[in-house]
């Protein structure tokens, strides 16, 4: 990967979270679960990287750990913040403090990440009183105008959380992420509790902010359709590790990863032709993975080589980069 | 919808109102549909639309108080039963009495949604399908009812189901389980299976293992499936007919090809132009505007017209529209088709 960064908001090397498995009465760890497992990673500044994977897959715990949410297990983030590129993870707390205005993060469930016993404003204006910035009237402009921004009515400042639908939680909660005027943000799931009809106004509004505030956005999503409409480049993560990452429609249409293929046909489409492929079985346990690629036991394509060697990510073509042994010979199907 | 002799299951006008302190909160507002043999009928709708009770009102699942029904007739055509041209009114039997428990699984089986909390955790998966079946088979022993058990999760697709039929739900996984349910819903062969969102919670490769599992089942024993999603891709994959729901009424129901290619009603247009598409052109997304409004205030008129962009000022606020057939075998409830309009 080119090490041009100028261009990279976020660079992510290596990067490990191990959660220790505890048994017995003395809780001793008897194994890791690697959550995320050697991950390395640019994210280009205003893009969105849209990070795609099924449940276990390891991509929330990956977005946390890049924002210092969870201490890694090894590894490192580098953020370039106005210029200077900063190794996260190096930082103590107070100069994390600083930073970390400048990263903030949308949650999935819009029913318990927002502060129940808090107004709207309350809110929305509490990274700001975290932090020390701006005096009250500045605080409740700043409010009245994000809420403005997010699609509601002044007068949702003064109520509380459990009187607002989900889809207007969402909003109260993109924000308050918002009003600290951060660089890069990460979106876990940010819309999959919601309706269709709520969801596109959602996804369409933070489409808009991220042009307004210049965002680098990692957009975490199950949802290949909705990442497909928000991301620019598209990450696919299996079992802790990222399996194929390019540009939107070359992942899409010239798909080189086997468990992409499988992900994409299994997606259901409007009025299309059912042909499916169906994985057998399920992921492996991230506790005890196998010896050589981590998809090997559900590949419908693996070789003798692909239980016994892991295949790096690797590049090629057109910034498409693939952790497949024969992500060359393999002529592979995307959507269409 | 033109009715013939396999028609097995007819829901006529149901009403189902929920008497609550707070109001009436109507959650089925005046529904028709019916199932057919060897046919599925897909249930599309948003959170809140009325669809889970439509499907649990079949087999008298509503709690009740505080939810009724106050009108229409569920009619299950019941072809062994000699009397009344084997024609049994759901709606007016006991809901704890011996005949609708004759007709749960015995001859409607119902998938639900949550895999994890429909399952009882003390029991083994085993012990809770092998259930089903004593209770419904007085014929068997256990010993029969647990190789039966053994063989129909087999069917299901659960490797290993002989030492499998040992383990309680939490060792499942989320697939797995759902496996398990659609086996204790199949075990004394129903004609009518009811999928309440059966794999909203599952991941898209699992996902399309399950719908080609209930595809494979229907072809192999020609069962009327009735299946209620909030994904309109997942019902256009597997289902024959759709009914759209809004607000407990049906807006909008067609063979499954008109409803998407030639949408009718704004709603179904509204819905199909909201959702993020993975193949084709990428198009900006058309959200619905505003929000589905409180079920205890509703409009008084159409269910869609405060968020409709075709409304028609003092008539879809004030009336509601009746459901006509607009084209053949396509109907909606919008008045933008009426005559007087045009």
């Not at chain 2, 055509?77 to 699984?105: A, C, F, M, P, Y």
């Not at chain 2, 949604?113 to 399952?119: A, N």
């Not at chain 2, 939490?170 to 009811?194: N, T, V």
């Not at chain 2, 898209?204 to 719908?211: F, G, H, N, R, S």
């Amino acid at each position: 990967m080119s090490h041009n960064n100028s261009r990279v908001k976020v660079e992510i090397n290596n990067l490990k979270k191990y959660f220790p498995v505890k048994k017995g009465f003395l809780r001793k760890a008897v194994g890791h679960l690697k959550a995320v497992n050697d991950v390395s990673l640019r994210i280009k500044e205003r893009e969105t990287l849209g990070l795609v994977g099924e449940s276990g897959c390891g991509k929330s715990t990956l977005g946390r750990t890049i924002i210092k949410l969870y201490a890694p297990t090894d590894g490192e983030v580098i953020f370039n913040n106005n210029g200077d590129s900063i190794s996260v993870y190096d930082l103590g707390k107070k100069e994390m403090k600083k930073v970390r205005q400048n990263m903030q993060m949308i949650f999935q469930d819009p029913f318990s990440s927002l502060n129940e016993r808090m107004t709207v404003m309350d809110n929305i204006i509490e990274p700001l009183v975290c932090n020390n910035i701006g005096n009250k009237k500045v605080r409740g402009d700043r409010a009245a105008s994000l809420l403005k921004q997010v699609g509601l009515r002044e007068g949702y400042l003064k109520r509380y959380p459990h009187s607002l639908s989900g889809g207007q939680r969402q909003r109260v909660g993109i924000a308050r992420a918002l009003s600290i005027k951060p660089k890069f943000v990460v979106a876990d799931e940010p819309v999959s509790g919601l309706d269709v009809s709520v969801q596109a106004q959602i996804l369409n509004l933070l489409k808009e902010l991220q042009s307004e505030y210049k965002l680098t956005i990692l957009f975490i999503s199950h949802d290949l359709g909705v990442i497909r409409y928000i991301a620019n480049r598209i990450a696919v993560m299996y079992t802790g590790k990222i399996v194929e990452i390019a540009k939107r429609e070359k992942l899409l249409n010239s798909t080189k990863h086997p468990y992409t293929e499988a992900l994409l046909s299994s997606v259901p489409k409007l009025g299309a032709k059912k042909d499916r492929i169906i994985l057998e079985g399920t992921p492996p346990d991230p506790v005890e993975l196998p010896e050589g690629c981590i998809f090997s036991s559900r590949c419908l394509y693996s070789q003798d080589i692909c239980y016994n060697e892991s295949p790096e990510l690797t590049k090629q073509k057109g910034d498409h980069f693939v952790a497949c042994h024969f992500s060359d010979s393999l002529d592979l199907r995307g959507i269409n | 919808m033109s009715k013939n002799s396999d028609v097995v299951l007819e829901v006529n006008n149901l009403k189902i109102h929920f008497f609550t302190d707070e109001g009436t909160v109507k959650a089925v507002n005046g529904i028709d549909f019916y199932l057919e043999k060897g046919k599925t009928l897909g249930i599309i709708g948003e959170s809140g639309c009325g669809k889970s009770v439509s499907a649990h009102s079949i087999l008298r699942l509503i709690p009740s108080p505080p939810g009724k029904i106050v009108n229409g007739e569920i009619i299950y055509h019941d072809s062994s039963l000699n009397k009344d041209n084997g024609v049994v009114h759901i709606e007016q039997l006991n809901k704890k009495g011996k005949e609708i428990r004759n007709i749960r699984t015995n001859k409607i089986g119902i998938v639900f949604q949550e895999p994890m909390s429909s399952f009882c955790p003390h029991y083994t998966i085993g012990h809770q399908v092998a259930e089903a079946i004593l209770i419904h088979n007085d014929e068997l022993n256990k010993e029969q009812a647990h190789e039966k058990t053994v063989e129909l999760l087999k069917q299901v697709g659960i490797p290993k189901a002989a030492d499998r039929i040992n383990d309680y739900p939490h060792q499942f996984s989320g697939g797995m389980r759902q496996r398990a349910m659609i086996a204790m819903a199949l075990s004394c062969d129903p004609e009518i299976l009811i999928a309440d969102e059966p794999t909203t919670s599952l991941d898209v490769t699992v996902e399309a293992q399950i719908l080609e599992l209930l595809e494979d089942i229907q072809a192999e024993r020609g069962m009327a499936i009735m299946l209620i999603s909030h994904n309109l891709a997942v019902v256009s994959e597997v289902a024959d007919w759709v009914a759209v729901m809004y607000l407990g009424k049906v807006m909008e129901k067609a063979p499954v090809g008109k409803i998407i290619n030639n949408p009718l009603h704004p709603y179904t247009k509204g819905l199909i132009s909201s959702i993020p598409k993975l193949e084709g052109e990428l198009e900006e997304l058309q959200p619905i505007k505003g929000i589905v409004p409180n079920p205890i205030d509703m409009p008084l008129g159409c269910p869609f017209a405060p968020r409709c962009e075709r409304k028609v000022s003092d008539l879809c606020d004030k009336e509601v529209p009746a459901e006509i057939e607009i084209k053949p075998q396509h109907y909606a409830r919008c008045f933008i088709y009426s005559e007087e309009v045009e």
